[in-house]
């Protein structure tokens, strides 16, 4: 088995490669996989790690290719189910010189949305160290909801520990009120809550980094919560109200934040599976985080061991 498990719905991203293009006048896209979850097992696999992805595709062509190139990657496939019913969860993408693309998904009644909470009983979590989840999944279906409910209590009955970033998608929740009160819900199951400050906004009501942690802190099995701050770096505070920033790092020219949030989340959990320190973990993740937004992709940025050292010597620091 893995050191380390996720859900999620992988997407086949076809992304423009019309620059700054209205996604209605883009003639020419390229194809791409992406899906927060999967961004994060792909990076954890890249800094030498094993993963394990559990999904469901459909009997498709995307399907086919979601499967192959995850294997590609090196991330674990033995719990990817393929549903002939349901089609593969899509989305096209907008190339831009800056800030963040406009998308498109299609995702509604997806072979994912349909993954039943029968798998888990399957999964075997006897190597499993850290499991990352994250608000995407339990927002495309009740049924995947259930799914993703089912899998937390049973991390949490074998002792695994869990990351969960919330992954706001309000276009896949029924009202904001229900994406507010189900993702506050599902954080308090983690031990390491990663929100950012954009999303503390919107999920308590404020955007004041020691605020959040109070209130994720609440949380019956939460022991620490790293709050984003952009470029800034994070913001931590434990159970036991330590409180520390690290810093980020200063990028000359972002190309695309997406999987920015992932390449932080991998950071932390990778760092953490190598018995390097919470405040290292972090720096790390503002590392990964810092490198991917440098690329057009959704992970394409994620460093090798020898790359994130690379990037170490250049700034002058250390883990």
Avoid at 126 to 143: N, Q, Y
Avoid at 200 to 210: D, N, T, W
Avoid at 256 to 280: H, W
Wanted: hydrophobic share 35%.
């Amino acid at each position: 088995m893995s050191e380390v498990i996720t859900i999620g719905e992988p997407l086949v991203i076809l992304a423009s490669k019309d620059m700054d293009k209205k996604l209605e006048d883009v003639k020419t896209f390229q194809r791409l996989l992406g899906g927060a979850e999967l961004n994060v097992s792909i990076g954890i696999s890249r800094l030498g790690h094993s993963v394990q992805y559990i999904s469901q595709v459909g009997d498709d062509p995307f399907g086919k290719y979601v499967k192959k190139e995850i294997n590609g990657h090196n991330v674990g496939t033995d719990y990817i189910l393929e549903d002939n019913e349901h089609w593969t969860g899509h989305q096209i993408k907008q190339l831009v010189s800056s800030g963040d693309p406009d998308t498109y998904n299609y995702r509604k009644n997806s072979a994912a949305s349909y993954l039943n909470a029968d798998i888990v009983d399957k999964i075997d979590l006897s190597d499993v160290k850290f499991a990352h989840m994250s608000g995407i999944f339990p927002a495309i279906s009740a049924t995947a909801e259930d799914t993703f409910r089912k899998l937390f209590k049973k991390l949490i009955a074998n002792n695994v520990k869990t990351t969960f970033d919330p992954n706001l998608r309000p276009q896949l929740w029924a009202s904001e009120d229900v994406m507010r009160k189900t993702i506050n819900d599902l954080a308090g199951m983690a031990n390491i809550v990663l929100p950012g400050i954009n999303e503390g906004k919107i999920l308590m009501g404020s955007s004041e980094p020691e605020e959040i942690a109070d209130f994720y802190l609440k949380g019956e099995q939460t022991e620490t919560v790293i709050v984003k701050v952009g470029p800034d770096g994070a913001f931590v505070k434990n159970k036991n109200g330590e409180t520390f920033t690290v810093r980020g790092f200063k990028v000359d020219h972002v190309v695309d934040t997406v999987g920015a949030g992932d390449g932080f989340a991998l950071g932390v959990i990778s760092a953490l599976l190598e018995n390097k320190s919470l405040k290292s973990a972090i720096l790390r993740g503002n590392a990964v985080g810092a490198l991917q937004v440098q690329t057009p992709g959704d992970n394409d940025g994620y460093p090798t061991p020898d790359e994130l050292k690379a990037f170490y010597e250049k700034e002058s620091v250390s883990e």
